[in-house]
């Protein structure tokens, strides 16, 4: 079964600074990769999605990730954080080459925006 | 508008009583797929269903009932609450498995 490990549970980082959010999968199988955000007392929804094909993926509010097969890590990063993108992130991954759907999820890690 | 609904939003419960969380999509999607989310735990796969009268045990099934009985609607059924059951349940749907999971707004459940 896949597993995923996101490697910080809280970040703090200045408005303006730029910031890296880490997270490693398990398997070096061919995978899907997800991220998803949470804005509090809200549900989730999708920042972004690897499928194949470049490795650099651009998603919404100016956030990207980039897939790193050898290092089983998918990243997600953004140049210059607004005090907006205060909320919790969750990395996902799934196997396209099992028969369920299965999404397994991080444990997520609460970004904290400082003015 | 495509919308995954849940009801109720909040429920206090008590111990031995039992309940149900309604899940309803408008997507037509086959998937559908119930979470719990506690604090540094994230999300874990409580029950999914690939189609009408197909369901499976994700990751933490102990507790827990489902039915599919049409596409649009996935019941979380609580036979029996106990309190290490409290949490935030999150219903979702997906069309296939490369694209985004829609989820619902969250189920806020407490059991004493």
């Known amino acids: 079964a896949q597993s995923v490990t996101q490697l910080d549970s809280q970040v703090p980082v200045f408005e303006e600074a730029p910031v890296e959010l880490r997270c490693n999968y398990s398997?070096?199988?061919?995978?899907?990769l997800f991220w998803y955000v949470q804005y509090p007392n809200q549900g989730l929804q999708l920042l972004l999605k690897?499928?194949?094909?470049?490795?650099l993926v651009k998603g919404i509010n100016g956030f990207e990730a980039e897939f790193n097969k050898s290092q089983t890590s998918f990243h997600l990063r953004k140049p210059s954080v607004h005090i907006s993108d205060t909320a919790e992130y969750f990395c996902?991954?799934?196997?396209?080459?099992?028969?369920?759907?299965?999404?397994?999820f991080g444990k997520g890690t609460k970004l904290s925006v400082i003015p | 508008e495509a919308q995954v609904t849940q009801n109720p939003r909040y429920l206090i419960t008590v111990t031995g009583k039992k309940l149900t969380v309604t899940c309803s999509q408008n997507?037509?999607?086959?998937?559908m797929s119930w979470y719990r989310q506690d604090p540094g735990l994230g999300l874990r796969q409580i029950y999914y269903?690939?189609?009408?009268?197909?369901?499976d045990k994700g990751d933490v099934p102990e507790g827990y009932k489902v039915s599919r009985k049409e596409k649009r609607n996935f019941p979380l059924i609580l036979e029996s609450p106990s309190p290490n059951q409290t949490s935030l349940y999150f219903c979702?749907?997906?069309?296939?498995?490369?694209?985004?999971?829609?989820f619902g707004p969250g189920t806020r459940l407490t059991v004493t």
């Open positions: 996902a991954v799934s196997d396209p080459g099992a028969g369920s759907y299965q999404l397994t």
């Open positions: 690897y499928l194949s094909g470049s490795t």
């Open positions: 398997s070096s199988v061919s995978v899907y």
């Open positions: 997507m037509n999607h086959e998937y």
């Open positions: 269903s690939m189609n009408v009268e197909v369901t």
């Open positions: 979702a749907t997906r069309r296939d498995r490369g694209v985004a999971e829609y």
